[in-house]
């Protein structure tokens, strides 16, 4: 199975998007609203398609890896995650576009899910983190339609199981499919699915720890001044220095400095 769909044709105009290209990657230059409106009116044809919530990590990721970059480009959209890309973006004469994050979005379609009837599958994370975000979602939006949720061995899966995972998620007949693999994994899993899942993916990373409560968002002053990462490293500090370190300092230098 190849990382991407080469055959799968968008149901959704691209053009419609605008797009500020930063190291390679198209990134839409939007804001929520208009989000919101564009999921609005083309849900039903985002079916078997994907959005990418890109950040500085993915964008220097795909600045180095040309097969990543291909992906980050090959779905519906990538939306700006992180404030520097919309930064970068309003730098560049795109004045309206502005900072939407995955858990963000993730908030606002759970707010008109019940009216919208939309319904929802969570792709990923562990058992127990599926449990606590079931948990913790029913009793924020109690008439939220959860159609199911999947916690993926931590393995490679064999071509029969994946077809079975398949089936499994496109028998709930959901709106969304929220995928929670982390970046890379996640990009390239929707990418591979693309064309075969029946429902909108989108790879929202650290957002299913978010809703179930097993790490808290920075506060909203830290958010509006992107420093956000800032918060995310004294979480992890382990995991995330060298990230930042590495990808931050390339950022600045090829988007910032160079223009790239």
Same mark, same amino acid.
């Given at each position: 199975?190849?990382?991407?769909?080469? #055959?799968? !044709?968008?149901?959704?105009? #691209?053009?419609?998007?605008?797009?500020?290209?930063? @190291?390679?990657?198209?990134?839409?230059?939007?804001?929520?609203?208009?989000?919101? %409106?564009?999921?609005? %009116?083309?849900?039903?044809?985002?079916?078997?398609?994907?959005?990418?919530?890109?950040? !500085?990590?993915?964008?220097?990721?795909?600045?180095?890896?040309?097969?990543?970059?291909?992906?980050?480009?090959?779905?519906?959209?990538?939306?700006?995650?992180? /404030?520097?890309?919309?930064? !970068? /973006?309003?730098?560049?004469?795109?004045?309206?576009?502005?900072?939407?994050? /995955?858990?963000?979005?993730?908030?606002?379609?759970? #707010?008109?899910?019940?009216?919208?009837?939309?319904?929802?599958?969570?792709?990923?994370?562990?058992?127990?983190?599926?449990?606590?975000?079931?948990? =913790?979602?029913? %009793?924020?939006?109690?008439?939220?339609?959860?159609?199911?949720?999947?916690?993926?061995?931590?393995?490679?899966?064999?071509?029969?199981?994946?077809?079975?995972?398949?089936?499994?998620?496109?028998?709930?007949?959901?709106?969304? !499919?929220?995928?929670?693999? /982390?970046?890379?994994? =996640?990009?390239?899993? @929707?990418?591979?699915?693309?064309? =075969?899942?029946?429902?909108?993916?989108?790879?929202?990373?650290?957002?299913?720890?978010?809703?179930?409560?097993?790490?808290?968002?920075?506060?909203?002053?830290? =958010?509006?001044?992107?420093?956000?990462?800032?918060?995310?490293?004294?979480?992890?500090?382990?995991?995330?220095?060298?990230?930042?370190?590495?990808?931050?300092?390339?950022?600045?230098?090829?988007?910032?400095?160079?223009?790239?």
């Amino acid at each position: 199975m190849t990382e991407t769909s080469a #055959k799968f !044709v968008h149901k959704v105009n #691209k053009s419609e998007i605008p797009v500020c290209n930063i @190291m390679g990657v198209d990134i839409a230059a939007i804001d929520m609203n208009w989000l919101l %409106k564009f999921t609005e %009116k083309y849900i039903k044809d985002l079916s078997g398609d994907y959005c990418c919530v890109s950040n !500085v990590h993915t964008t220097v990721t795909s600045w180095e890896d040309k097969n990543y970059c291909t992906i980050q480009n090959g779905g519906i959209l990538a939306i700006p995650d992180g /404030g520097p890309l919309s930064s !970068v /973006g309003k730098k560049r004469g795109y004045i309206k576009m502005k900072r939407t994050t /995955g858990p963000a979005y993730m908030e606002e379609i759970f #707010k008109i899910s019940s009216e919208k009837g939309y319904r929802h599958y969570f792709y990923g994370s562990t058992k127990e983190t599926l449990e606590k975000l079931q948990k =913790q979602l029913l %009793k924020k939006y109690p008439d939220i339609q959860i159609a199911g949720m999947y916690s993926p061995p931590f393995r490679a899966v064999t071509e029969e199981e994946d077809r079975k995972i398949v089936e499994k998620i496109n028998k709930t007949h959901s709106d969304f !499919v929220w995928i929670g693999l /982390g970046a890379p994994k =996640q990009e390239k899993w @929707m990418a591979r699915h693309q064309g =075969q899942i029946e429902g909108f993916m989108v790879g929202v990373g650290a957002g299913f720890d978010y809703f179930a409560g097993n790490i808290a968002r920075a506060p909203k002053w830290m =958010q509006n001044r992107n420093l956000e990462w800032v918060y995310r490293l004294f979480q992890e500090p382990r995991r995330l220095f060298r990230r930042y370190w590495h990808t931050n300092t390339r950022f600045i230098w090829n988007a910032y400095i160079r223009g790239r």
